[in-house]
């Protein structure tokens, strides 16, 4: 049987201390203490990763609905981007992105406080962030993007592209 020995305060060991196995308290290594070349394996990591739809170059904003991710893991909602190459111009012409969740059996709802809408007053390729409404998700979550165009007696918005930023944990 291991002898166990008790110190009480702290203890320097100038070279290199080399142990079979180590306990340590939950929230006792930080992000700053790890190496940025240390491998680490993908399953213990969370990572941040962009899910894009878009549109064809040079084609008219067009109203539809695709599921655009299937969740591996739980995750964190970071943010939602849109942007146009193209607004429209005159008119009423507009178009509005939603992005809702949903799992198997249950309703899609939206994460967003509200659609974003891009008509005349948006600004050609600017980005607008949308403000989120949920921000976490689970496994086998799907996330969905509806896109409406109205309005009339002005000129379509083209090239649209949509971001939505994830971090989702390796299951």
């Not at 110190?7 to 290199?16: H, S």
């Not at 921000?135 to 939505?164: N, P, W």
Request: charged share 15%.
């Amino acid at each position: 049987m291991a002898v166990v020995h008790t110190t009480d305060g702290d203890v320097i060991i100038n070279g290199n201390l080399s142990m079979a196995s180590v306990t340590l308290p939950d929230s006792n290594i930080i992000d700053a203490m790890v190496s940025g070349s240390a491998d680490i394996g993908a399953g213990k990591v969370r990572h941040q990763f962009p899910v894009m739809f878009k549109e064809d170059a040079g084609s008219a904003v067009t109203s539809k609905t695709a599921i655009i991710h299937i969740a591996k893991g739980v995750g964190a909602i970071v943010r939602v981007d849109v942007v146009s190459e193209t607004v429209p111009v005159t008119g009423t012409e507009q178009y509005t992105v939603d992005i809702q969740k949903g799992n198997a059996g249950g309703a899609y709802a939206t994460i967003l406080s509200s659609v974003v809408t891009i008509d005349k007053t948006n600004v050609d390729r600017t980005v607008v962030a949308a403000t989120l409404s949920v921000t976490t998700y689970l496994a086998a979550d799907q996330f969905k993007i509806i896109i409406t165009v109205s309005g009339s007696g002005g000129t379509h918005a083209q090239d649209l592209c949509v971001i939505l930023w994830l971090q989702e944990k390796s299951s």
